[in-house]
């Protein structure tokens, strides 16, 4: 299997199109195979910078620090080997318009307890489903309220505050995303693997009583994009439909196999929150039953900016398509 992206062009806006770049990351076993990893894509349209990332992390449920830290490399690499340096007069970066909030922006103190106790009864049969846990990882890493780790002694101990607020981040996430900085669009999509936090009767249980609140407030990558200054920028839109992993294949059943993964939203898509992008719709394809998981996909708007001293016009889409180049990461 292959890691593969694609960013199509409409031919009405092909000649606003310049600058393209890509990258490739990898993950994997000691961070050179391609089994994980990301792809960055990036281009400008007009003169405002865009950047689409697909990325596939680390695997199991115990592996969320790993995840993180895959995600900030990736971040760090794609930014730093093809950022586009903004012009004077770009958009604000830090603004933040999308009336569209993520759902996990606004998780109320008694949610932040139900997270707690979630993480508490955590299954301990998917803990060892990972041959290659490192001993300097957490096994259920996750953020409460107070700040900090809220499962592994090893965080608590190296823990770092952010703003003077009382919240601290993950010892390893200490700085800003530096996407956010490095274009004004960044669409970021893929299998995150990030899970829910508990045992696989208790999200069976919840999936069957349609309490979606409590399975979001348990989510990962919910606890993350509250507390960790690395997600700082990024939003994501209301998860409106079921976990997309892990189906018994051409079924709508979850995994009945002898590991009966616990159902979670591993395939998420993230934005840059700015008032020049709108989000429109983000939803799974129930329907298509050829994988364990579903597929999601989201529609944005964008607003643009031009140069308007550029005679965009006189662009042939030769010098357009000489720009073009693939970047694969191998999966295994």
Same mark, same amino acid.
């Given at each position: 299997?292959?890691?593969?992206?694609?960013?199509? @062009? =409409?031919?009405?806006?092909?000649?606003?199109?310049?600058?393209?770049?890509?990258?490739?990351?990898?993950?994997?076993?000691?961070?050179?195979?391609?089994?994980?990893?990301?792809?960055?894509?990036?281009?400008?349209?007009?003169?405002?910078?865009?950047?689409?990332?697909?990325? =596939?992390?680390?695997?199991? +449920?115990? &592996? /969320?620090?790993?995840?993180? +830290?895959?995600?900030?490399?990736?971040?760090?690499? @794609?930014?730093?080997?093809?950022?586009?340096?903004?012009?004077?007069?770009?958009?604000?970066?830090?603004?933040?318009?999308?009336?569209?909030?993520?759902?996990?922006?606004?998780?109320?103190?008694?949610?932040?307890?139900? /997270?707690? #106790?979630?993480?508490?009864? $955590?299954?301990?049969?998917?803990?060892? *489903?990972?041959?290659?846990?490192?001993?300097?990882?957490?096994?259920?890493?996750?953020?409460?309220?107070?700040?900090?780790?809220?499962?592994?002694?090893?965080?608590?101990?190296?823990?770092?505050?952010?703003?003077?607020?009382?919240?601290?981040? =993950?010892?390893?996430?200490?700085?800003? %995303?530096?996407?956010?900085?490095?274009?004004?669009? @960044?669409?970021?999509?893929?299998?995150?693997?990030? !899970?829910?936090?508990?045992?696989?009767?208790?999200?069976?249980?919840?999936?069957?009583?349609? /309490?979606? !609140?409590?399975?979001? %407030?348990?989510?990962?990558? #919910?606890?993350? /994009?509250?507390?960790?200054?690395?997600?700082?920028?990024?939003?994501?839109?209301?998860?409106?439909?079921?976990?997309?992993?892990?189906? *018994?294949?051409?079924?709508?059943?979850?995994?009945?196999? $002898?590991? !009966?993964?616990?159902?979670?939203?591993? *395939?998420?898509?993230?934005?840059?929150? &700015?008032?020049?992008?709108?989000?429109?719709?983000?939803?799974?394809? +129930?329907?298509?039953?050829?994988?364990?998981?579903?597929?999601?996909?989201?529609?944005?708007?964008?607003?643009?900016?031009?140069?308007?001293?550029?005679?965009? *016009?006189?662009? &042939?889409?030769?010098?357009?398509?000489? +720009?073009?180049?693939?970047?694969?990461?191998?999966?295994?």
């Amino acid at each position: 299997r292959r890691h593969f992206s694609a960013v199509c @062009v =409409h031919k009405a806006i092909v000649h606003l199109v310049s600058d393209i770049k890509s990258h490739a990351v990898p993950t994997g076993v000691y961070d050179t195979l391609g089994n994980k990893g990301g792809i960055g894509v990036s281009l400008k349209i007009g003169i405002s910078s865009f950047c689409f990332l697909n990325a =596939h992390l680390a695997a199991h +449920q115990n &592996q /969320m620090c790993r995840r993180t +830290q895959e995600f900030m490399r990736i971040s760090h690499e @794609v930014a730093k080997t093809i950022g586009i340096s903004k012009k004077p007069g770009s958009m604000d970066s830090s603004s933040d318009g999308d009336t569209n909030d993520s759902c996990g922006d606004s998780a109320s103190a008694e949610s932040n307890e139900g /997270m707690m #106790m979630m993480v508490n009864n $955590a299954d301990s049969k998917e803990s060892s *489903d990972s041959s290659s846990t490192a001993s300097s990882t957490c096994k259920a890493c996750s953020f409460g309220p107070s700040g900090g780790c809220v499962m592994c002694s090893s965080c608590r101990g190296a823990k770092t505050t952010i703003g003077g607020r009382g919240v601290t981040a =993950h010892p390893s996430c200490t700085k800003i %995303n530096p996407l956010s900085t490095a274009f004004d669009f @960044v669409f970021w999509a893929g299998d995150f693997n990030y !899970r829910i936090n508990g045992t696989r009767d208790i999200i069976d249980n919840l999936l069957e009583n349609n /309490m979606h !609140r409590i399975l979001i %407030n348990n989510d990962q990558l #919910m606890m993350l /994009m509250q507390y960790d200054p690395l997600f700082k920028g990024l939003k994501e839109g209301p998860i409106t439909f079921r976990p997309t992993y892990k189906f *018994d294949k051409e079924s709508d059943t979850y995994d009945t196999s $002898a590991k !009966r993964r616990i159902p979670s939203w591993t *395939d998420r898509i993230l934005y840059k929150a &700015q008032t020049n992008v709108g989000l429109i719709s983000y939803s799974s394809a +129930q329907n298509i039953r050829t994988s364990d998981h579903r597929p999601v996909y989201s529609t944005f708007t964008a607003k643009i900016d031009f140069d308007k001293c550029h005679d965009y *016009d006189n662009i &042939q889409v030769p010098l357009w398509s000489c +720009q073009v180049k693939s970047e694969v990461c191998v999966i295994s």
